[in-house]
């Protein structure tokens, strides 16, 4: 296999000019092809003609891999098994069913994360009594951006482990659903609801 390098050109099949043109490799972020994110700095062969990527090279797809599966790989956090009880209790006050609890997890990660709900209280949450108890079940959230909404969230907090960060959005989710039954909330969500049903 030869290995590429950053200014090395080829000629290669052009979709785009629908011929074989000039080709230079160049470090570019581009799109995974189902269009759900991106690979960072790969080198790929851009056509010289009209910019588009038109080669992969081999010695780039370790890469693309690596980054594909940090980006869709579920994060795992292990909590006292109240808490998943918490959950599935929150998801039927708004939707009537435990399906909702994946989306509304995620909700809150990212409105905290972007202050759209305030995160001033997140940290005593974990001193309350419901914070403690063994961690004998798993809380698994899917998504491109939790990674990044939790690191955000972490910086905000001053919370540095993920699972404690996990926990402490949980019991928010506690109180704001299920103990102070913040109508405005409440409303908010069961419009997720019925926009994602
Ligand atoms: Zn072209």
């Known amino acids: 296999m030869k290995i590429l390098k950053v200014g090395d050109t080829q000629r290669a099949a052009c979709d785009q000019c629908k011929a074989f043109m000039p080709v230079t490799f160049k470090l570019r972020t581009v799109p995974f092809s189902d269009g759900v994110g991106t ?24 890469l693309v891999k690596k980054q594909m599966d940090a980006q869709r790989k579920a994060l795992e956090s292990r909590v006292p098994a109240h808490m998943v009880d918490i959950l599935n209790l ?4 708004i939707s009537g069913g435990t399906e909702f609890v994946p989306v509304l997890i995620k909700f809150y990660i990212h409105s905290l994360s972007n202050n759209e709900i305030s995160s001033r209280d997140i940290p005593r949450y974990l001193d309350s009594e419901l914070a403690k108890g063994r961690s004998q079940k798993r809380i698994s959230i899917k998504g491109r951006l939790v990674a990044e909404e939790i690191d955000r969230l972490k910086d905000i907090t001053s919370i540095r482990s993920t699972t404690d960060i996990i926990k402490a959005v949980v019991l928010k989710i506690n109180d704001d659903v299920l103990v102070k039954k913040k109508i405005g909330m409440i409303k908010q969500l069961k419009n997720i609801v019925a926009a994602t049903a």
């Open 39 to 62: 690979v960072k700095n790969v080198l790929v062969g851009v056509c010289e003609h009209c910019d588009s990527v038109v080669v992969l090279p081999h010695q780039s797809t370790p």
């Open 90 to 93: 929150a998801s039927v006050e």
